[in-house]
């Protein structure tokens, strides 16, 4: 046993795979530790950069106190949380500290406009326990995903000089992703409560440590396999992992320093890891079916004397992420850019003729209902470009171009009339009196309506507009389209400079 962990074989690999590969190779390592820094594979370094930022940005939280007591004071007048959930326990207060602290940067941003805080406490709220659950889910469904990627980046780069970066995304395949991540969760979460036991935690981290690379070789592992293997795997050598990863104490300690601790400490951390699990794998005498890369049998390239050429370059079975059936999917588009610009006009001006009508219906008052001063309306033809852009590959599915209309105009409409909100204190419409609506900014009739008019603007709208451009003169047709966007943009620009479009039956300031 003592043998077969050949220390000093260990330390010269694990540092010939870091710093003896070519500047290149070296500076790709430290840029791909860099990365995963972000994402969960190391924080001691990053977090350190991340608190110079936000320092010298001016975004460190003075008024975050001050936010929380704000939420605070609205969850006290919340019955649910009053009367339900016993307020004076200290339940909900305690639910809005753990939310707050995986959402700190919503309060942060949405802190540059205390006014809005003050009037959407409710809404301030619901962002911040959204944005806590999008952080859960990244982090189990990509950052733990993205940590595998980077052990198998780091893995390969001892059998090669030279390892193109898409190999961090190999383990995001579609057919494995499912697999890896629960296998991951599975692996933090026993880590978790072993931790809790303090010294059951430290002896296990050791005993699944082989976990995380096991599955960077083969994302089929199950997680059952995972850590019988990792078990074994580990039986013996846990001492001696310690006491190697002690023998690199000085330049681990060098993480302290942010320079030297990303172009030292942690790629050769990364390194030291990898050979750890090369060391077990080729000691391990059962169950090597799950072991599935045979390239990993071979020996590493950085033991090839200065100026030897290696064998070839690898083959592996888990094969690069198929990127090239992304750019497919999204297709051409359905239309010639001169056709979109004429029919987001279009658009424009439909919308605007509609809100102007339907005003003038309902208060008998003829007012320019748009944010701008011209006869259009953005969001219109935003959302009338973003449909036939995005929906048209569904022309022949009406009921599923039907519900996605509705769920990008409700994006679209939520995102608009928050940011008139939050950014110009203005809103220009309020749907608070309507059935089914969601803070007054979107409500059911109106996603209705727009979905009605995205299935027009598809089979209708957008083809008669597409005719009508190829019957103009093609100078003509170029013409009309910069004097068209040229006098938008003034339009827009004029607003910037001296304000939006107001005034009766248009919007009112907050």
Sequence with gaps: MGDAWDFRRIRKTAWDTTFRRGWRAWLSLVSVCFIF????????????LLDVADAAIGTTDVMLPHNVEILDEYLQNVPFARDVMAYDSRLVQGLLDSASKSATWVIRLLALNPAYMRRNPDEVWANVIIAAVISLVLHFCVQNVAVVGQHRYVMESRFSRKVAWRRMLAPFHLSMLANVVWVTVCYHMTL?????TIVGGAYKSYQYAMVPYLLAENPHITWREARSLSKRMTEGYKLRMFWTQLSYLHVFLL????????LMALPLRAALGAEFYFTLRGILDEDRDLLVERAFDGPAVVWLQDGGQPAGEPTYVLRDLNLDRVHAMRGPLPYPVIDLVYIFFAFCFAGWLWEVGLHFVQEHEWV????????????????GVGIIVLLDRFREYPERLFALTIALC????????????FMFNSSYWDYTDMLFNVNGRICLAGLMAFGIGGLFGVYVAAPAVSRLVANLPTRWRTTLAVLFAMAFCGDVGYCLLNGFNGGSGVGEKL
Excluded: K, M
């Design 368 to 383: 320019n209902r748009g944010t701008l001063y011209g006869p259009w309306i953005p969001i219109y033809g935003v959302g």
């Design 255 to 262: 993480q302290a320093l942010p320079l030297a601790g990303l």
């Design 37 to 48: 820094s972000f994402v969960g594979a190391s924080n001691s370094s990053q977090s350190y």
């Design 192 to 196: 978790l409560l072993w931790w809790l």
């Design 410 to 421: 409700a994006v679209l409409e939520y995102a608009t009339s928050f940011l008139l909100d």
